[in-house]
């Protein structure tokens, strides 16, 4: 199965900063990348797929980007909603779908 | 407004039995493939098992291979996952997911499509103990 690693796990941070998370893929995954965004308590969230389209809905200070085996989820700056955990997935065709370990973002 | 409302979670003893539904509304649920997500307490996110819309495909992870079941009923809008012989392990919370982007027109083996889950959506918590 393909390994996906976040980084970091944990990021401490401000309303208004600029937040970036990493996801690497054991192997490549061209674009079949999604972020999603989890609450306490609820499902996840999609927030963007095919590395950088964001699902309906989703703000625009929400980006993705990256391809192959390296992609990373960009806030540009924080809101007091986004505090949340964070997590990569990947979709490529015929290998069962994988999760990041996630990334817990906090109040700093 | 698309809503997936997971139920039939509770305490099970270790190799006991459980059945979970999903209860999907504002789709064709026919037409959509369907998938089982679980997490552990305090844990990450791990795919369980998916169906093609029509059930003539049925995927599951190792872990779950040869003890979970997952089904569909189209005509209630149902989803299904029969656990059997449970363990320890097993214990989290099930969340159902519906297919979202497909990358391929007919998947036949596990991944080709984004999964969408409820965000309103509180999964239903399964514990597995004696």
């Known amino acids: 199965d393909i390994q996906m690693t976040q980084s970091p796990s944990t990021l401490s941070a401000s309303v208004g900063d600029r937040v970036t998370i990493t996801c690497r893929a054991s192997q490549s995954i061209t674009n079949y990348l999604a972020w999603y965004q989890q609450k306490s308590g609820k499902a996840p969230s999609l927030l963007i797929y095919d590395v950088s389209t964001l699902e309906d809905g989703v703000p625009a200070r929400f980006s993705g980007s990256g391809s192959g085996t390296e992609f990373t989820l960009t806030i540009s700056s924080l809101q007091p909603e986004d505090f949340a955990t964070y997590y990569c997935?990947?979709?490529?065709?015929?290998?069962?779908?994988?999760f990041g370990q996630g990334t817990k973002v906090e109040v700093k | 407004e698309v809503q997936l409302v997971e139920s039939g979670g509770g305490l099970v003893k270790p190799g006991g039995s459980l059945r979970l539904s999903c209860e999907v509304s504002g789709i064709t649920f026919s037409s959509h493939y369907m998938t089982w997500v679980r997490q552990a307490p305090g844990k990450g996110l791990e795919w369980v098992a998916s169906?093609?819309?029509?059930?003539?495909?049925?995927y599951y992870a190792e872990s779950v291979k040869g003890r979970f079941t997952i089904s569909r009923d189209n005509a209630k809008n149902l989803l299904y996952l029969e656990m059997n012989s449970v363990k320890a392990e097993d214990t989290a919370v099930y969340y159902c997911?519906?297919?979202?982007?497909?990358?391929?027109?007919?998947?036949?083996?596990?991944?080709?499509?984004?999964?969408?889950?409820?965000?309103r959506g509180q999964g239903t918590l399964v514990i597995v103990s004696s």
């Open positions: 169906i093609s819309s029509s059930s003539s495909s049925r």
């Open positions: 997935q990947h979709y490529k065709i015929n290998s069962p779908w994988t």
């Open positions: 997911a519906r297919e979202g982007r497909k990358v391929v027109a007919v998947p036949v083996a596990p991944g080709g499509y984004v999964l969408r889950f409820d965000p």
